[in-house]
């Protein structure tokens, strides 16, 4: 998803951004590619995570990893961020907070019906394609259970049996997991933050000036969601951090010009990379499943927007998201976050658990490819028809009002 930024993002306030002579060239840039970048990333990221997952059950010894083993160095130290999923979709959520609010930032008269109507075709559509693709997957390669390891995650939490009547309850993206295609459980918040975006707007414009504590706050709400097991609070509050973001975007990027925030920006990443995976870090001092280990996973939502922040300035990790790689990425991280996972799975169904590393072999770049084809066919296509169903209800809106003005 790309990010658009015109003059006017938002209203910087006497002495609130260093001024420099490279200010002004940034700000007039008509995307901030960074952005796009660090979503093709973490997308990534998430199909290393599920290869992880695949490996797990027959190359991971029961118990805490010994230390200086494969796994102790994969789960123990900073290699974790290479595998590290969940947390790669709390930057996803940080991320649309941000992309999705520039647009309304942008425009006086921007259309909220005209959003809805578009994120439903950007985010549904694509979302029941990918259905439909792991489904024709699953009756192409039949899912014998001998295959895979009883009890593990493949077996107990991907769809390995064909059923109607199940198909239909996924299609709504509502439930708590889609078993079709597991990765679709985020879009039931991207939905609602889409419904709550007015209001989440108000309030990071009218706290923007005090957008430390309103960020700390946010933090803490996703923490105690998180020990409370309660999803909506965990969730809901990341969003607003990126909303927090976009509001003070234009501040970021005029402060980041300054030598010393360039120092203070590089110390922010790596401390922001290892709070995005502290819990597993932490895990032999803080027990998974504790309510400390909860705590740290609600506490990833700071990490997770100290790195955006990071992106949207003026760093050289944001140039390194502007490179060639990271910028493909991002071209095609929806439809690769859509469709890795069928892939990844029928081809261990069909290899067996045990040949997990053909099947990583093979399957990343397959599902790479995979996304690209499903960017071209299906996501790039609805996207111009989400420009279009966008200006279609603002017009009946806007008609409908004057209409009701008149009579």
């Known amino acids: 998803m790309s990010v658009d930024v015109e003059r006017g993002v938002a209203t910087r306030q006497p002495g609130e951004v260093a001024a420099t002579a490279h200010a002004p060239r940034r700000r007039n840039r008509e995307r901030v590619h960074a952005l796009d970048g660090l979503r093709g990333v973490a997308a990534f990221l998430v199909v ?14 029961p118990g805490e990893p010994a230390f200086g083993s494969g796994w102790w160095w994969l789960e123990r130290t ?17 991320l649309s907070g941000v992309v999705v609010v520039l647009p309304a930032l942008r425009h006086v008269d921007f259309s909220w019906p005209g959003l809805v109507v578009s994120r439903v075709v950007r985010l549904l559509l694509p979302a029941w394609a990918a259905i439909v693709f792991a489904t024709a997957l699953l009756l192409a390669v039949p899912r014998v259970p001998s295959q895979v390891t009883g009890g593990s995650w493949l077996a ?39 419904l709550l975006l007015p209001g989440f707007l108000v309030v990071a414009v009218l706290v923007r000036r005090w957008w430390l504590p309103a960020g700390l706050l946010a933090v803490g709400l996703s923490v105690a969601g998180a020990v409370g097991h309660i999803d909506t609070l965990q969730y809901l509050p990341i969003f607003f951090l990126g909303t927090l973001i976009a509001v003070r975007l234009q501040a970021i990027e005029g402060w980041s010009e300054s030598r010393r925030a360039r120092r203070l920006l590089a110390m922010i990443l790596p401390i922001s990379a290892l709070v995005l995976i502290c819990q597993f870090l932490l895990t032999p001092l803080v027990p998974a499943g504790s309510d400390g280990s909860h705590a740290l996973v609600g506490l990833e939502a700071l990490g ?8 949207g300035a003026a760093t050289r990790f944001r140039r390194f998201l502007e490179s060639r790689v990271p910028q493909f990425l991002g071209r095609i991280s929806f439809s690769l976050y859509l469709v890795h996972l069928p892939v990844l799975a029928t081809l261990t169904w ?27 066919l299906v996501e790039k296509p609805l996207h111009k028809l989400a420009r279009s169903a966008k200006r279609g209800a603002a017009r009946v809106v806007e008609r409908s009002v004057r209409e009701s003005r008149t009579a």
């Open 48 to 61: 290393l995570h599920h290869v992880l997952l695949i490996a797990q059950p027959v190359s991971q010894p």
């Open 78 to 94: 900073p290699l974790k961020l290479l595998t590290a999923g969940h947390e790669a979709v709390i930057v996803f959520f940080v």
């Open 156 to 194: 107990g939490q991907v769809q390995s049996t064909w059923g109607w009547q199940q198909l239909v309850v996924e299609f709504s993206l509502m439930g708590g997991s889609v078993h079709y295609d597991n990765v679709l459980w985020t879009l039931k918040w991207e939905f609602l933050f889409s």
């Open 304 to 311: 997770g927007a100290g790195i955006v922040v990071v992106a």
């Open 350 to 376: 069909l290899l067996g658990d045990w040949n997990w590393p053909v099947a990583a072999l093979i399957g990343v770049p397959l599902a790479t490819l995979t996304g690209w084809g499903f960017f071209r």
